[in-house]
Nanobody
Framework: QVQLVESGGGLVQAGGSLRLSCVAS????????MGWYRQAPGQQRELVAT???????NYAGSVKDRFTISRDNAKNTVYLQMNSLKPEDTAVYYC????????????WGQGTQVTVSS
């Protein structure tokens, strides 16, 4: 029943790197945009990065030049390479997928914890 499955989270020191992966189930049709959001305790969920099927990317200002989003359409997978991690990046990271349909539908993963120690 799980539609999106994230992996790659963990505990790293400030300045370190992590690579997150998210695989979408093959029964999700017409996916256009995939992306990553994050939520720290007591905070609103916020956009990290998105990428369209065509490859157009969008990043939050706080992660520009440090994070890179990419995808493999054949594998229905989106990645987030996170470099130069800061303690402020600590959050649960959620994968997201949106369909390109008349009434777009949004799917969410269960989340993967990223913790950056100082």
């Amino acid at each position: 029943q799980v539609q999106l499955v994230e992996s790659g989270g963990g505990l790293v020191q400030a300045g370190g790197s992590l690579r997150l992966s998210c695989v979408a189930s093959r029964n999700i049709f017409s996916i256009d945009t995939m992306g990553w959001y994050r939520q720290a305790p007591g905070q609103q969920r916020e956009l990290v990065a998105t990428v369209t099927r065509a490859g157009t990317t969008n990043y939050a200002g706080s992660v520009k030049d440090r994070f890179t989003i990419s995808r493999d359409n054949a594998k229905n997978t989106v990645y987030l390479q996170m470099n130069s991690l800061k303690p402020e990046d600590t959050a649960v990271y959620y994968c997201n997928a949106e369909t390109n349909t008349r009434r777009p539908y949004v799917y969410w993963g269960q989340g993967t914890q990223v913790t950056v120690s100082s």
